[in-house]
DNA sequence: CCGCATCCGATTGGATACTG
DNA sequence: CAGTATCCAATCGGATGCGG
């Protein structure tokens, strides 16, 4: 990108960085991206562990994350109903993404 | 991060991957990162090469990534008036983070 | 248990016009 | 040239209460 030639005049969404930053941006998203590195976990589960985090919000960030292929939803048979959210390998691709965002906000944090 | 044991709650200021975040989120930031990637650069310049970035914007990213430490701005004597923006080595840090932006939006557009 | 519906305040980004 | 000053529409996130 640096480096590249082809460049981009405004913010595309064929933008690759656009398209990258879309994924991982919004509040509380980099969060429940993270309880799902450690593996498909259930509605209640992720409230559970970000308790501060209201239904709404993280309903609309399970739908963002399902619409943009990042994550798959399950309807489990059973009542009272579950539901298991989990990773797409597209997802997946995200965690270089999440450890490079850790390594640059050390940094930032550190020297600012 | 999805390895580390010391996990935040909520999304603070002073996780790293929120300051990453912060750093490089907004409409037009990471364009104008970009710009200042390839080396120093007036206002008008930056804005003639983002011809669609209205001038409270760029104005808004500017002062933004100087409070964030990440540019260095300095007023040139001599008329018309000059100004000079700059990465400082704070910024600088960020090129890795570009890349991988870059890289991975790839892959989920390439994917998707 | 898993959401959706509604309302509301705050923030954001864009358009436009004007100044040192 | 390099901004500032307003105004405004749209989006966002939080709170709350109800429904399947």
Redesign the pocket.
């Known amino acids: 990108m640096p480096t590249e030639p082809g460049r981009t005049p405004r ?1 595309e969404p064929t933008c690759p960085v656009e398209a990258a930053l879309a994924a991982v ?5 980099t969060l429940v991206l993270r309880e799902l590195m450690h593996g498909p976990s ?4 992720l ?1 559970a562990r970000l308790p ?6 993280l ?2 960030r ?2 963002g994350l399902r619409d943009g292929g990042l994550v798959h ?1 399950e ?1 489990l048979a059973g009542f ?4 298991r ?1 989990a990773l797409t390998p597209a997802g997946e691709t995200l965690r270089p993404l999440l450890i490079e965002l850790y390594r640059t906000g050390e940094r930032l944090l550190r020297h600012a």
Chains 1, 2 share one sequence.
């Not at 259930?42 to 589960?45: C, I, L, V, Y």
Request: overall charge positive; glycine content about 8%; cysteine-free.
């Open positions: 913010p941006s919004g509040r509380w998203t259930s509605f209640g589960d409230a501060e985090i209201s239904p709404k919000v309903t609309e399970l739908h939803r309807r009272p109903v579950r539901t959210y």
